[in-house]
């Protein structure tokens, strides 16, 4: 039987939200996003002609076709821990991987990724009872943090084949909220992921494509630069999160971007420091979006930057998009977003894949 264009909506719909469950289930801190490289590579590899890893670990994917080429690309990491030292007791103390404000660490339970399997852990601390007045109003920082496995020793805990730099994470798992909205950890940038690959599903580009699922993003775009170099793409879209103001504690005129009302294109980040996009890729964006019908915000950050940042200075240069799912509260493991905003991104980008001929001549 036929299906009708509406249920073809409804069937991407749930695609999107169980690679988005999937992804954010699975563990992958930078530099050790091996999980979260197959996952992808198991979605995108019928889809193009090559698949390889490159040596600081990218995933990258080639569907060869005419020019211009574009890169898309999304960074796979996400922020976690690494266990630092043991003390003999079996306590594990942690570096931290990425940016964690730590009180949001306090009291979380973690898996810790040893040899042998993951061990679930607790991020403890000092007793609330034993604290001075003064040491209440204060933020417990990371250091006076460890974690408990239940191991009375140092030998115990070596045994479970957790030694330095074992990975560690947030135990959360994903759910739903009301509507289209859905809660978990890492959608920074596993939303952007599921964009990217559903955008690549949906194209009917004829141009050289390159998908990259690029690693090491929140220590320093690391993945992207040396990608970027090795690919040396006409064009280049990177897929990320950013930070909506439609929830208490942030003003409107700090972010007027909202969840659910489509994908949000950066115009500048950390107030230009970041990127600019540049003008021949706005009209391609925009264009591309008035031309489809397809909703997008308008966002001019102030604070924060994507892989796009160090694409764009790649080589010569290389004109960049960025497109964002608006995502509340980013590096936390209690992050929200609106399944809706990656379906219209995805929308987006596989309608800027065909489009880009016409924009840019080369
Ligand atoms: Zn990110």
Redesign the pocket.
């Known amino acids: 039987m036929l299906k009708s264009p509406n249920a073809k909506r409804v069937d991407s719909m749930s695609d999107i939200r169980s690679l988005l469950e999937k992804l954010s289930n699975a563990h992958g801190i930078s530099g050790r996003e091996g999980a979260i490289l197959e996952i992808v590579r198991g979605e995108i590899s019928s889809l193009v002609d090559e698949v390889r890893t490159d040596a600081l670990g990218n995933l990258i994917a080639i569907k060869h076709g005419e020019k211009p080429s574009i890169m898309i690309e999304a960074?796979a990491d996400e922020i976690g821990l690494m266990v630092k030292y043991v003390d003999e007791k079996g306590f594990i103390y942690f570096a931290k991987i990425g940016g964690w404000f730590d009180q949001t660490l306090l009291n979380q339970r973690v898996i810790v990724h040893g040899t042998s399997g993951p061990v679930v852990g607790v991020l403890g601390s000092k007793p609330i009872h034993f604290m001075k007045e003064e040491e209440r109003k204060k933020l417990i920082e990371y250091r006076d943090m460890f974690i408990d496995i239940g191991c009375q020793s140092d030998k115990e805990v070596a045994e479970l084949g957790i030694i330095e730099g074992t990975p560690i994470t947030m135990d959360r798992s994903f759910a739903s909220l009301n509507g289209d909205k859905v809660t978990g950890k890492a959608f920074?940038?596993r939303a952007?992921l599921v964009m990217m690959v559903e955008a690549l599903k949906r194209t009917k580009s004829n141009c050289t494509i390159y998908v990259v699922a690029t690693v090491q993003?929140?220590i320093g775009f690391k993945g992207a630069k040396v990608s970027a170099f090795g690919l040396n793409p006409d064009l280049a879209i990177a897929s990320?999160?950013t930070i909506p103001g439609d929830h208490p504690g942030i003003e409107k005129k700090d972010s007027h971007m909202l969840i659910g009302k489509g994908p949000v294109v950066t115009v500048a980040d950390a107030s230009g420091r970041g990127l600019i996009a540049s003008l021949p890729i706005m009209d391609w964006i925009n264009g591309t979006a008035k031309e489809f019908g397809i909703e997008i915000q308008l966002n001019v950050a102030e604070a924060g930057a994507?892989?796009g940042m160090v694409i764009q200075l790649t080589r010569a240069g290389i004109p960049t998009a960025v497109l964002s799912i608006a995502t509340r509260y980013?590096h936390s493991p209690v992050e929200v977003l609106s399944l809706s905003d990656i379906d219209s991104g995805a929308e987006l980008m596989a309608r800027a894949m065909e489009s880009a001929p016409k924009y840019f001549k080369i």
């Open positions: 960074h920074d940038n952007g993003e929140e990320d999160v994507t892989d980013i």
